[in-house]
């Protein structure tokens, strides 16, 4: 049984830093595209950041240059370093996993899924 439990979410000002994880059971990181997805209410479940199976990332316009994702396969947990916090940042953000090497953003692609932490950026 797969289980993601994101934390590190809270409140922060414009401008700040917050360091999301996610930790997995029953679920090896290695060869998996494993990934990061944002949501606000009334709005569609955003993909954020991922890293397929062979390592390469791929991150979202919108938080490029701001945002890092990295994993440490042998803990098996999932990070997001954010810096340069917006107020457009806000949302609740979920850890994802799927089944596949290959590292998709349509939220269909993605087997697994924690609960998710809320991040809220004052500006």
């Known amino acids: 049984q797969v289980q993601l439990v994101e934390s590190g979410g809270g409140s922060v000002q414009a401008g700040g830093s917050q360091r999301l994880s996610c930790a997995a059971s029953?679920?090896?990181?290695?060869?998996?595209?494993i990934g990061w997805f944002r949501q606000v209410p009334g709005k569609e479940r955003e993909w954020v950041t991922s890293?397929?199976?062979?390592?390469?990332?791929s991150v979202t316009n919108s938080v490029t240059g701001r945002f890092a994702i990295s994993s440490d396969n042998a803990k098996n947990i999932l990070y997001l370093q954010m810096n340069r916090l917006k107020p457009d940042d806000t949302g609740t953000y979920y850890c994802?996993?799927?089944?596949?090497?290959?590292?998709?953003?349509?939220?269909?692609?993605?087997?697994?899924w924690g609960l998710g932490t809320q991040v809220t950026v004052s500006s």
């Open positions: 994802a996993a799927s089944d596949g090497r290959a590292c998709y953003s349509p939220p269909r692609y993605y087997n697994y």
């Open positions: 890293i397929n199976g062979d390592g390469q990332i």
């Open positions: 029953g679920y090896t990181f290695s060869g998996h595209c």
